[in-house]
């Protein structure tokens, strides 16, 4: 393949990413504003803005057994046969931070992903996505399942047969942050997972407030001392995974419904070719 085959290299983009932040902050910050919200709201809008949640560093109970939530993300890196790992987190890399580490970056998965520069990273067999999604884990990262306008426009490719995972922390991802006081046209952005719920358990929680703080969407609140989670709730579940009390719980579908709930999510909104497993 030739130089005209590839988008653009890695100086670029992250010159463009440089750019681009405080547009999408603001974008973000404005998105309640009279006016100024029916402008930014289409940039954020089904199908051009698709993120959804998967919480691979917890263990979850099922009407039957045990489920870990980074079986399904594994069996997405399996099923679809391009795999692209970005050498470093390009957020992460903007904020200029070391941890959680910057060579976790994101994957591009579908044929588009052949069209991004080598210089960003490489294509990767099926074992080293895999080993790439449990690091993530490990460094407690949530993976974000995105098919957003973004990416393509970032990386010079096309945008119907390619999908994101990014591998998000809570405060340097551009999905997660700025959205606690989100306008309503951003309420739908960032989905929870169907077959994923959490609750609280009302004995063990002594309304510390840290599931308050710490949540990215403000989907926790506080009634009478206890914490009640919110319709809004993304199903990251990171709220469990920082509870001192360990008062919140998630509870999942087996993982063949957790799958088929996910693959049909994304092929709502894209053409990603995904084999049956």
Known sequence: MGLLDYGPGKSFVKWSVWLSWPIIAAGKRLSNVPVLKWLIGPFFMRPYNEVTAVPIDVTVESPDSAVVPIRIVERL??????????????????????????????????????????????????????????????????????????????????????????????????????????GPTLDGVYKRLPGISLAVDREKCDGCGQCVDRCFLAAISLENGIAVIGESCAGCARCSMLCPQNAIFVAAEDEDALYAQLITRIQEVSELPVRTS
């Open 77 to 182: 890196v399996t099923d679809v046969e391009e795999k692209f790992i970005i050498g470093e987190c390009i957020c992460r890399s903007h904020n200029k931070v070391a941890t959680p580490p910057m060579d976790i970056g994101c994957m591009a998965l579908g044929p588009a992903a052949r069209r991004i520069h080598p210089s960003h990273g490489r294509m990767v067999s099926t074992e080293e996505a895999i080993h790439h999604v449990r690091r993530a884990a490990q460094a407690g990262l949530i993976a974000t399942v995105a098919h957003a306008w973004i990416d393509p426009v970032a990386f010079g490719t096309r945008f119907r047969d390619l999908m994101f995972i990014c591998f998000c922390d809570d405060t340097n991802c551009i999905y997660r942050t700025y959205m606690k006081n989100r």
